[in-house]
């Protein structure tokens, strides 16, 4: 079985409670583009990377027992599913969402005039901070917040920073990537500090994804509904999703090939009996598909506040449902493409703090990375300086990411970023097909009926062949080279 990530080996590390630690309040320190570049090879990023991939390979269907049975009596999991039982710490967690989520209740709309999300928001959210630490100290488990510290230091002087952000800009009204990576980061100082019991390999990381994450995107989406949130940051008609990423990332695990906990994670392949990527444009196989699985989940959600041809609104979820090499190669590209458009662009992470949990000091065994299309279209110091607050409604200079980072005819796949080279990044220019779109099936390719409105399957393959930043020293095997190829201007990003 091909793996493009030796997973086995990623793990993300548990303070030892025996020494004091100096929490801090975190602070932030991205301003600049190349800021983030100072970001990427960091110990935050490290660790943020280190723990998504923990998370990621929990969801892939497993073996029972290790075992490798026949793959046709292997389950996918599934949300709100009766197969995976949630330790008492995560039942203690969930009760937090679910206060949260009674705190609208509390907020009435505001009936004014108004021209974009409702300013009720503000006052929900000040409810938050207002009740904050209370309600962490509810919460949180006892070892979390009574962890081994120095005098004047508090674990909820981290915690507070990583919860408050994780429920969009009361300023702003809106909610994004850079929020839901805050409640990631959240979840990863809890793992730290010891809340979540160590259990069999991926267990209790399977009670995290589908115990806590999943109904965090649920209580997002009620705000998003209830307050008409913006989204932050969206890449318009070109971005994955106005709001979230890592549901596409679960999600495609979820009907990935079953692997035992000794596997590494695969590239290509699906589970037996699993859902044809192409069935997103179904509306009604969607709604049904969205009660038990987070990609749908989200697809779902798109059709809850999108109207008109899903190609139209959504065409790069739209290409990537042409992939015929299985759910694996889906969920190989959702990883790296999250790396590029959430922790790689400067509007995302700028607003991530860093303190003494995910901090700001380099990664001894990072690289530095090289310049690349990316890191070269980011906001500069001197670009920064020259807005005024007369000229606060002015916005960065626009970055070729908005425009599809995959879209420029400039980006060289064998390239490297952040130092670590992209093994899998070879290959041969290919030519982009005209429309209609291609798909391909068995052999090759062949034509997709409809009228395809933005270029084509083959050229949004290319971004699966994205370089990953990933911690430094880590393991990668992957000999998929089929696909690579030089992206095309204005072209959907990377399904094939």
């Given at each position: 079985?091909?793996?493009?990530?030796?997973?086995?080996?990623?793990?993300?590390?548990?303070?030892?409670?025996?020494?004091?630690?100096?929490?801090?309040?975190?602070?932030?320190?991205?301003?600049?583009?190349?800021?983030?570049?100072?970001?990427?090879?960091?110990?935050?990023?490290?660790?943020?990377?280190?723990?998504?991939?923990?998370?990621?390979?929990?969801?892939?269907?497993?073996?029972?027992?290790?075992?490798?049975?026949?793959q046709?009596?292997?389950?996918?999991?599934?949300?709100?599913?009766?197969?995976?039982?949630?330790?008492?710490?995560?039942?203690?967690?969930?009760?937090?969402?679910?206060?949260?989520?009674?705190?609208?209740?509390?907020?009435?709309?505001?009936?004014?005039?108004?021209?974009?999300?409702?300013?009720?928001?503000?006052?929900?959210?000040?409810?938050?901070?207002?009740?904050?630490?209370?309600?962490?100290?509810?919460?949180?488990?006892?070892?979390?917040?009574?962890?081994?510290?120095?005098p004047?230091?508090?674990?909820?002087?981290?915690l507070?920073?990583?919860?408050?952000?994780?429920?969009?800009?009361?300023?702003?009204?809106?909610?994004?990537?850079?929020?839901?990576?805050?409640?990631?980061?959240?979840?990863?100082?809890?793992?730290?500090?010891?809340?979540?019991?160590?259990?069999?390999?991926?267990?209790?990381?399977?009670?995290?994804?589908?115990?806590?994450?999943?109904?965090?995107?649920?209580?997002?989406?009620?705000?998003?509904?209830?307050?008409?949130?913006?989204?932050?940051?969206?890449?318009?008609?070109?971005?994955?999703?106005?709001?979230?990423?890592?549901?596409?990332?679960?999600?495609?695990?979820?009907?990935?090939?079953?692997?035992?906990?000794?596997?590494?994670?695969?590239?290509?392949?699906?589970?037996?009996?699993?859902?044809?990527?192409?069935?997103?444009?179904?509306?009604?196989?969607?709604?049904?598909?969205?009660?038990?699985?987070?990609?749908?989940?989200?697809?779902?959600?798109?059709?809850?506040?999108?109207?008109?041809?899903?190609?139209?609104?959504?065409?790069?979820?739209?290409?990537i449902?042409?992939?015929?090499?299985?759910?694996?190669?889906?969920n190989?590209?959702?990883?790296?493409?999250?790396?590029?458009?959430?922790?790689?662009?400067?509007?995302?992470?700028?607003?991530?703090?860093?303190?003494?949990?995910?901090?700001?000091?380099?990664?001894?065994?990072?690289?530095?990375?090289?310049?690349?299309?990316?890191?070269?279209?980011?906001?500069?110091?001197?670009?920064a300086?020259?807005?005024?607050?007369?000229?606060?409604?002015?916005?960065?200079?626009?970055?070729?990411?908005t425009?599809?980072?995959w879209?420029?005819?400039?980006?060289?796949?064998?390239?490297?970023i952040?130092?670590?080279?992209?093994?899998?990044?070879?290959?041969?220019?290919?030519?982009?097909?005209?429309?209609?779109?291609?798909?391909?099936?068995?052999?090759?390719?062949?034509?997709?009926?409809?009228?395809?409105?933005?270029g084509?399957?083959?050229?949004?393959?290319?971004?699966?062949?994205?370089?990953?930043?990933?911690?430094?020293?880590?393991?990668?095997?992957?000999?998929?080279?089929?696909?690579?190829?030089?992206?095309?201007?204005?072209?959907?990003?990377?399904?094939?």
């Open positions: 079985m091909a793996s493009h990530l030796d997973c086995d080996r990623f793990s993300l590390e548990r303070l030892d409670g025996s020494i004091q630690h100096k929490f801090i309040i975190p602070v932030k320190k991205i301003n600049t583009g190349q800021d983030v570049t100072t970001f990427l090879v960091s110990r935050a990023y490290h660790d943020l990377i280190t723990f998504l991939m923990q998370l990621n390979k929990s969801m892939f269907p497993h073996h029972p027992k290790g075992s490798r049975s026949d046709r009596t292997t389950q996918a999991l599934e949300t709100n599913t009766p197969v995976v039982t949630f330790s008492a710490t995560i039942l203690q967690l969930q009760g937090l969402i679910h206060t949260l989520g009674e705190i609208i209740d509390e907020v009435p709309l505001d009936t004014g005039p108004r021209r974009f999300g409702n300013v009720s928001f503000r006052r929900w959210h000040a409810h938050i901070e207002s009740r904050g630490d209370a309600l962490l100290r509810q919460f949180l488990p006892l070892q979390v917040c009574s962890f081994n510290h120095e004047d230091s508090d674990p909820l002087l981290e507070r920073a990583y919860f408050l952000g994780s429920f969009g800009s009361s300023q702003r009204l809106d909610y994004g990537t850079g929020h839901e990576l805050s409640f990631l980061a959240f979840l990863a100082c809890i793992w730290k500090l010891g809340g979540f019991p160590s259990s069999g390999p991926g267990s209790v990381e399977r009670e995290i994804v589908l115990g806590l994450i999943e109904p965090y995107l649920a209580l997002i989406r009620r705000l998003i509904l209830t307050y008409t949130l913006e989204p932050a940051g969206s890449h318009g008609v070109w971005g994955l999703d106005d709001h979230s990423f890592l549901p596409y990332v679960f999600g495609s695990a979820q009907y990935g090939p079953p692997i035992t906990d000794s596997d590494q994670v695969p590239t290509e392949g699906s589970l037996v009996g699993s859902p044809d990527p192409a069935s997103v444009t179904k509306a009604a196989f969607v709604e049904r598909e969205r009660k038990t699985n987070m990609y749908f989940g989200a697809i779902g959600f798109i059709y809850d506040v999108k109207k008109g041809p899903f190609w139209e609104h959504s065409p790069t979820l739209y290409d449902s042409g992939v015929r090499t299985g759910w694996a190669k889906i190989k590209g959702m990883i790296k493409m999250y790396n590029v458009e959430v922790l790689s662009k400067f509007p995302v992470v700028q607003h991530f703090p860093f303190g003494s949990l995910f901090s700001w000091d380099r990664d001894a065994n990072a690289i530095e990375p090289p310049t690349s299309v990316h890191s070269s279209s980011q906001p500069t110091r001197e670009s300086a020259s807005v005024s607050i007369s000229s606060a409604s002015m916005r960065y200079p626009v970055q070729e990411g425009q599809a980072p879209a420029s005819s400039r980006m060289n796949h064998s390239e490297t952040g130092g670590i080279q992209a093994p899998w990044a070879s290959g041969q220019p290919s030519s982009i097909a005209a429309n209609p779109r291609p798909i391909e099936s068995g052999s090759r390719l062949v034509r997709r009926a409809g009228p395809p409105p933005f084509s399957i083959e050229t949004a393959a290319n971004h699966i062949n994205m370089p990953l930043m990933q911690p430094a020293g880590q393991a990668i095997n992957d000999t998929d080279s089929d696909i690579a190829s030089t992206p095309q201007p204005t072209k959907a990003p990377w399904a094939k």
